[in-house]
């Protein structure tokens, strides 16, 4: 089993910056690739971005350039930092873990407004 808490979310203007955490435990030895999901309201969950255990990193096309994924394995933490947010990065912002199987956190949520 392994535990996810996320941390960071908030409010923020256009343009602005925040930077996410979320912490594992539990089995944590078997954690391979992690990774941030969000969902928006009335939208399915999208792969955000996700971080292999050696450190290559994928992002979808919406948020390249301004978004960055790093994981600290000492710390057992990944973090997401949101540059340059817009309106339509307002979502539920997830963390994922696969250890032999997904594991979810609860979700942090992010709100891009002015």
């Known amino acids: 089993q392994v535990q996810l808490v996320e941390s960071g979310g908030g409010l923020v203007q256009p343009g602005g910056s925040l930077r996410l955490s979320c912490a594992a435990s539990g089995n944590i030895f078997s954690i391979n690739d992690m990774g941030w999901y969000r969902q928006a309201p009335g939208k399915e969950r999208e792969l955000v971005a996700t971080i292999t255990k050696g450190g290559s990193t994928r992002y979808v096309d919406s948020v ?9 394995n000492a710390q057992n933490t990944v973090y997401l930092q949101m540059n340059s947010l817009k309106p339509e990065d307002t979502a539920v912002y997830l963390c994922n873990a696969f ?10 949520l992010v709100t891009v407004s002015s």
């Open 64 to 72: 390249k350039g301004r978004f960055t994924i790093s994981r600290d």
């Open 99 to 108: 250890a032999r199987a997904n594991y979810w956190g609860k979700g942090v």
